[in-house]
T-cell receptor, first 113, second 111 residues
Framework: DTGVSQDPRHKITKRGQNVTFRCDPI?????LYWYRQTLGQGPEFLTY????????KSRLLSDRFSAERPKGSFSTLEIQRTEQGDSAMYLC???????????FGEGSWLTVV | ELKVEQNPLFLSMQEGKNYTIYCNYS?????LYWYRQDPGKSLESLFV?????AVKQEGRLMASLDTKARLSTLHITAAVHDLSATYFC???????????FGKGTLLTVNP
């Protein structure tokens, strides 16, 4: 049984560069979420997909952020022109529509220098 | 806007003692989650509470939900060092899928 998989686990980038994170949800999970967590805080919602449709985007997701879920399988989160304030752990989670448990991946740590 | 407050934010306990973490939320919700997070790691699901009066137990942890008071508790019985972690409660609001998290309670269990 594979859980939610995220890649890369750690990324250090220079300010102004673009980064992309990938999330592979649990097989047959049609709901997929992205959250962001900074040190000492709880995760904050970024965006939500049901199958391939992106149904909600948080106000936290500026124009520099874009997320996709082609074919309703894996998802990518791209951050363009990174800023130091983007440094955080980006968490992906998945669930089934009919289920209650939401499973989180190991997270992708981003450090912008 | 849904707000979730946890207290205490920091908790230092001795092994063998009991304690309770509280989670209050501001608007009606039909689902409340408790997660555990170890340093540098992701979130491990502990409990999902679905209805008023729901109580769930796993080992030394017991969670309960009072939807009328908009309050959940996570009770720790006879704490052991392995329980040291940050505990988050999270509530699903009107959207039916979006979790709003509290700030977390950093629990340290000392020998």
């Amino acid at each position: 049984d594979t859980g939610v998989s995220q890649d890369p686990r750690h990324k250090i980038t220079k300010r102004g560069q673009n980064v992309t994170f990938r999330c592979d949800p649990i097989s047959e999970h049609n709901r997929l979420y992205w959250y962001r967590q900074t040190l000492g805080q709880g995760p904050e919602f970024l965006t939500y997909f049901q199958n391939e449709a992106q149904l909600e985007k948080s106000r936290l997701l500026s124009d520099r952020f874009s997320a996709e879920r082609p074919k309703g399988s894996f998802s990518t989160l791209e951050i363009q022109r990174t800023e130091q304030g983007d440094s955080a752990m980006y968490l992906c989670a998945s669930s089934v529509v009919s289920g209650n448990t939401i499973y989180f991946g190991e997270g992708s740590w981003l450090t912008v220098v | 806007e849904l707000k979730v407050e946890q207290n205490p934010l920091f908790l230092s306990m001795q092994e063998g003692k009991n304690y309770t973490i509280y989670c209050n939320y501001s608007t009606t919700s039909d689902r409340l989650y408790w997660y555990r997070q170890d340093p540098g790691k992701s979130l491990e699901s502990l409990f999902v509470l679905l209805s008023n009066g729901a109580v769930k137990q796993e080992g030394r942890l017991m969670a309960s939900l009072d939807t009328k008071a908009r309050l959940s508790t996570l009770h720790i019985t006879a704490a052991v060092h392995d329980l040291s972690a940050t505990y988050f409660c999270a509530v699903v609001g009107g959207s039916n899928y979006k979790l709003t998290f509290g700030k977390g309670t950093l629990l340290t269990v000392n020998p």
